[in-house]
């Protein structure tokens, strides 16, 4: 079945030590997002892309940054995890151009020690 | 940007009964599409229905059934014979389909489903 796929489920990282998030999709979908989930609040956006076009919104600190090498994988780096940075990190996918509905992973947990 | 609002944190429904979720948004564009999306505690976040602008007619899926009001700007989702599983958070959204790729959510409406 198509679908996106994030590694790792559960992600336990140390104040300060870099961690990276992994998405892949086997959709074929042009868009990929990433999203921060805190607990029972709505999907925060931090970036998107499109193809190749990297779409930072203007709220998305610093410290967050992404990575699409190609069609399929996405990456969400996060150079110097704090302890606001505790989350659920959501991968989503979707047409372009405006087309239809997002699909999404199922989170990477992050807990910051 | 489009704004969407859920004006009801919480609800609760009576297994085997129906309720109703409300969404009302604000845009000035006329092609969009609208969604309801399902979280369940600690699972994937999946689509439940979608509708788009232009058509009329309300969209259904089974159990669960939207009234758009495209003049208010209103996007209810009903579920009808409520089942324990239907106990999540749902997320109403918005997407234009014209300026594209980003999708406007809702806080969010925490639905209980009692025995």
């Known amino acids: 079945d198509a679908m996106v796929i994030q590694n790792p489920r559960y992600q336990v990282t140390q104040f300060g030590k870099p961690v990276t998030l992994s998405c892949s999709q086997t959709?074929?979908?042009?868009?990929m997002y990433w999203y921060q989930q805190k607990s029972s609040q709505a999907p925060k956006l931090l970036f998107h892309y499109y193809d190749k076009d990297f779409n930072n919104e203007a709220d998305t600190p610093d410290n967050f940054q992404s990575r699409r090498p190609n069609t399929s994988f996405c990456f969400l780096d996060i150079r110097s995890p704090g302890l606001g940075d505790a989350a659920m990190y959501l991968c989503?996918?979707?047409?372009?151009?405006?087309?239809?509905?997002?699909?999404f992973g199922p989170g990477t947990r992050l807990t910051v020690l | 940007a489009q704004t969407v609002t859920q004006s009801q944190p919480e609800m609760s429904v009576q297994e085997a009964e129906t309720v109703t979720l409300s969404c009302t948004y604000d845009?000035?564009?006329?092609?969009?599409?609208l969604f309801w999306y399902k979280q369940p505690p600690s699972r994937q976040m999946i689509l439940v229905i979608r509708q788009e602008a232009y058509k009329q007619q309300n969209a259904t899926e089974n159990r669960f059934s939207v009234n758009f009001q495209k003049a208010a700007k209103s996007f209810s989702l009903k579920i009808s014979d409520s089942q324990l599983g239907d106990a999540a958070m749902y997320f109403c959204?918005?997407?234009?389909?014209?300026?594209?790729?980003?999708?406007?959510f809702g806080t969010g409406t925490s639905l209980t489903v009692i025995p």
């Open positions: 845009t000035s564009e006329s092609d969009y599409y």
């Open positions: 959709l074929n979908h042009n868009v």
């Open positions: 989503a996918t979707s047409k372009g151009q405006g087309l239809g509905e997002q699909f």
């Open positions: 959204a918005y997407r234009s389909r014209i300026t594209g790729n980003q999708f406007y």
